[in-house]
Nanobody, 127 residues
Framework: QMHLVESGGGLVQAGDSLRLSCAAS????????MGWFRQAPGKERAFVAT????????DYADSVKGRFTITRDNAKDTVYLQMNSLKPDDTAVYYC????????????????????WGQGTQVTVSS
């Protein structure tokens, strides 16, 4: 079992930045691709960003490309999501997730590909 704990959410104004962190424990962190997803009120959970096991490959939802950056520190068992130029539409609960990818270079875009999920952290962007 892998335990994931997100932190760093909060209330910010449009145009501000936030950095989310997700600390993992219980499994070998570097064996898992990691992802961030979000769920806004009344909407389904949506993919935000993913990173492969080593951190060399990333992928993003079109809505956040150029504004968000996913990174990981395998020495600290932590994945990050740097969010810049935040918009009110970014308001959601943000979840990190861990998944066993078939290849080390793979990134995972679908929620069904992930095995473990955190409890989420609220991000609210005011206009």
């Amino acid at each position: 079992q892998m335990h994931l704990v997100e932190s760093g959410g909060g209330l910010v104004q449009a145009g501000d930045s936030l950095r989310l962190s997700c600390a993992a424990s219980g499994r070998t962190f570097s064996s898992y691709a990691m992802g961030w997803f979000r769920q806004a009120p009344g909407k389904e959970r949506a993919f935000v960003a993913t990173i492969n096991r080593s951190g060399g490959n990333t992928d993003y939802a079109d809505s956040v490309k150029g504004r968000f950056t996913i990174t990981r520190d395998n020495a600290k068992d932590t994945v990050y999501l740097q969010m810049n130029s935040l918009k009110p539409d970014d308001t959601a609960v943000y979840y990190c997730a861990a998944g066993r990818s078939a290849l080390a270079t793979m990134v995972l875009r679908w929620g069904s590909e992930y095995d473990y999920w955190g409890q989420g952290t609220q991000v609210t962007v005011s206009s």
